[in-house]
């Protein structure tokens, strides 16, 4: 799908993956191995497919391919305290993660969740079009004789 996307002219920094269950963990598998950046990922009620392999298989453009990763503290089908130790394994293997663990959710997507990736989404595709910042002029005094 991500190189139907970009033969179509959508720019990676554009592409945002995301799912919830069994679809969460595929795009987090596919976000982690990905070469190259994307604008983002979303993992609802997911889990980390194949984790003991995972930190090994990391690639440079999953580590900094933002994640945010939401979770029921109520779920009953994808463990609560699992989801959490395998975000914190992402994290130290240094992958741009936010997990939030909502208090009251379960294995389902409620209103809060639902905000946070609006949020979250939000600000990856306004950061994908932002204009790169322009550098300043070099210093003259820098310049090394022709």
Do not use: Y
Not at 33 to 44: D, F, R, T
Not at 72 to 97: C, F, I, W
């Amino acid at each position: 799908m991500i190189r139907a996307l970009e033969v179509e002219g959508v720019p990676r920094q554009r592409i945002l993956l995301g799912g919830f269950g069994q679809g969460a963990a595929l795009a987090l598998r596919t976000v982690l191995q990905s070469k190259e950046p994307l604008a983002g990922g979303v993992v609802c009620s997911g889990w980390v497919p194949g984790s003991k392999d995972i930190p090994q298989e990391i690639s440079d453009g999953g580590r900094s391919t933002a994640l945010l990763w939401c979770h029921g503290a109520r779920d009953d089908v994808v463990e609560p305290r699992l989801a959490a130790e395998q975000a914190k394994a992402l994290k130290e293997a240094e992958v741009n993660l936010r997990f939030v663990l909502f208090p009251e959710m379960q294995f389902e997507l409620a209103s809060q969740a639902l905000a946070e990736i609006r949020r979250f989404i939000t600000e990856r595709l306004a950061a994908a079009v932002a204009p790169p910042a322009e550098e300043p002029p070099p210093d003259e005094g820098s310049l090394e004789p022709g």
